[in-house]
Structure formats: C-alpha cells, structure tokens
C-alpha cells in the first residue's frame, strides 16, 4: 500500500515537470504590447473628439455669417416703393415731385396740393417749395433751372400729369436750362409764373394751349434731343389735339 501511493506521487511530480513551460520574458513582452495599445487608443481617442469639436464649431460660425450677410427683402424691391402713387394726389404731381432732388433733401411741404393760382394770360401755376436766399426771379434776372415739360393731353394711368416730350436730365448736358428772363428764349407766360421764385423754389405750370401755340410760332419752345425719339413723337403729335403743357420748374441758379 504504501508502495503504491510513492509511486503515484512520483507519477504526479513526473508529469508536472514534463507540463509545456512559458517563460516569464513571453509573458512580460506579450503584457508590455497590450498596454502599449491600450495606451495608443486612450491618447487618440481625445485627439479625434477635439477635431470633431473644432469642425461642428467652424460650420455653425460659417452658418451664422452667410444668414446675417444677406438683408432679407421678402421677395419686394425697397427701390420700387419710392415710385408708389400718394393717395388723393389725382395729377400725380406730389408722385413726381417727390422724386425731385435738391441740396437739401425733400421737405414735408413738397407734397401738399395747393391750388393753382391763374394769372390774366390764362397761364397758372403752384408752388410746392418757397426755395431760399434773397436773390429771386424778376425782369433781366439771369436764370438755371432743371424743367420738364408734359404733354397734358398724352395722360396715361402710370403719367396722369401727361407724357413728357422734353427733361434737362435726357436732353441737355448739364441737366439744366438757363436764359436771361426776358430774353424771348422762352415763352414769357412762363416767365410770368416763375416771378418770385427763389433758389431751390419748385413750382408747376400750366400753359393753355392757345399759348403753346404762339409759342412754338415764335420757336420758344424747348425741343427735345436728336436721342429723344419719344418725345420728337410726342412733340410732333402735340399739335393735332389739345396742346396744354405742364411744366415742372426747379430753380438751381439766380443772378
């Protein structure tokens, strides 16, 4: 009995020295790599969510820039909103004033509808603006204006003052006339209506056309440009009905 349990203690003490053996080093090195990679992964990881941070950060400023750049219209042109009709202004003479630019700037008085004030020749006129200064328009005064004269008679919905046949600004250099009251260059019923008018004074006038008439005899009407096909139409046809002229006068020069 006791022979046989030395024997089998030794069989045991045998097949354990003969078991497969893994040297520590194995062990050491195969340990060393997986904390190395581990290590790898926990480095990179902070890495890659500052990057993803970074990015989100630029496309969100990127947004905001682009939606604040823009001014947002709502599809309607603010420049067209200058062109609209004044409610009650049937002539559309406040519409067209109100577009008249001077040094300075339009004034709540330009708009008003003031009557016309009819003088013995039969021509008439209104005054919009007073103007300035103590220089004013009388007999020999040396006179600048911008002008533009409508046809009465060629009245359309978008032009209820009458089509225009001439303006300094499409028919002359400079955008203005200027003559010797006096002088026969222009027809002296409108010169009648300018008495008084000061610098930067806008008035409108009416001529009859019995006086348009015996202005174009004596040739003191102004005639549009060679360029100005429209307004040689108009001015040609002018004469076959109705000639009344409306003229819209801005003094920009007295002496």
């Known amino acids: 009995m006791k022979a046989t349990l030395v024997a089998a203690c030794l069989a045991r003490a045998v097949a354990f020295s003969a ?17 190395r990679s581990t290590a790898g992964d926990d480095d990179h990881a902070p890495s890659r969510r500052s990057v993803f941070v970074r990015t989100a950060s630029a496309a969100s400023a ?72 103590d220089a004013a328009v009388g007999p020999g005064s040396k006179v600048a204006a911008e002008m533009t004269i409508r046809c009465l ?53 009416e001529l009859p056309s019995t006086v348009v008439f015996a202005a174009r005899k004596n040739g003191q009407l102004p005639l549009p440009s060679d360029k100005n096909k429209d307004g040689k139409r108009r001015f040609e046809n002018l004469f076959k009905t109705d000639a009344t002229l409306l003229f819209e006068v801005f003094v920009t020069r007295i002496k």
């Open 153 to 205: 008679s060629f009245a359309t919905a978008n032009e209820p003052g009458g089509l225009k046949y001439f303006s300094t600004k499409e028919d002359t250099d400079f955008n203005e006339l200027a003559w010797t009251v006096g002088s026969g260059e222009l027809p002296p019923e409108l010169e009648e209506c300018m008495m008084g008018m000061h610098k930067g004074a806008v008035r409108r006038i």
């Open 19 to 35: 078991a497969p053996h893994r040297p520590r080093a194995s062990l050491d090195v195969d340990a060393s790599i997986r904390l």
């Open 62 to 133: 990127a947004l905001a820039a682009a939606t604040l750049s823009a001014p947002a219209n709502a599809g309607i042109d603010p420049s067209a909103l200058r062109a609209l009709p004044v409610e009650g202004d049937a002539t559309g003479a406040a519409s067209r004033l109100r577009q008249i630019e001077s040094e300075n700037g339009p004034r709540p008085e330009d708009s008003k509808d003031i009557a016309f004030e009819r003088l013995p020749s039969g021509a008439s006129y209104r005054e919009y603006r007073e103007g300035k200064g």
